[in-house]
């Protein structure tokens, strides 16, 4: 090895998030814009039927699967989950990557529904509402932080490092409309994406 070969090696080479290949799940999810009157977000209401936060709301969207980019997953969800095809909507852009703090990497893109006409897939998803863009322009998300403590998975031979491990302090949003509780990863989404609309 010599300098050169450092060189054409970082030349060539695509920067990622270290650890992607081996230590993060990744997802893309979809910020579904809508005009009904004035333009507003649409959120899904996650079915009861599914083991991971049922009755939850979220952004249509999943998991990237093997040999598709993160925006064909997006769109790809997006029109599973509505029961829509391409004709549909309008893409309209990449939003930023969120990486959390559990081990997974979200993709955001954004969409302009064009037509309303849903046939949503009920394994899926529980209902549908929309939110105006206004309100969330108007409203600020509450706040607050959760610890999160490190601890290994098992003992380690290195005792010395017991005492090192680090706790976090993650921020987690909430969101209240009509009676609706928007928190977490949706809310964090929505909130820099509006932060971003009206910088």
Do not use: C
């Not at 009920?122 to 322009?137: A, G, L, R, S």
């Not at 706790?167 to 409309?177: K, L, V, W």
């Amino acid at each position: 090895m010599d300098i050169d070969f450092l060189k054409d090696l970082f030349k060539e080479r695509e920067v990622k998030i270290m650890g992607q290949d081996e230590e993060y799940k990744t997802y893309s999810v979809v910020i579904p814009i809508v005009y009904d009157g004035e333009y507003k977000i649409l959120f899904e209401v996650r079915s009861h039927k599914l083991k991971f936060q049922p009755g939850d709301i979220s952004l249509p969207g999943g998991k990237v699967e093997e040999g598709e980019s993160p925006k064909e997953a997006a769109l790809r969800e997006l029109m599973e989950e509505l029961g829509i095809s391409e004709d549909s909507f309008e893409y309209i852009g990449q939003f930023d990557t969120l990486v959390t703090y559990h081990g997974r990497i979200i993709y955001v893109f954004t969409v302009f529904l064009k037509e309303l006409n849903f046939n949503l897939s009920t394994d899926e998803v529980e209902e549908i509402f929309q939110v105006p863009i206004k309100y969330f322009k108007e409203n600020t998300p509450d706040m607050y932080f959760a610890i999160i403590k490190a601890n290994f998975e098992k003992e380690i031979k290195y005792k010395k490092m017991n005492n090192r491990l680090l706790s976090y302090r993650s921020p987690i949003y909430f969101y209240e409309y009509s009676g609706r509780i928007i928190w977490g990863i949706t809310a964090k989404i929505i909130y820099n994406f509006i932060k971003q609309m009206f910088k």
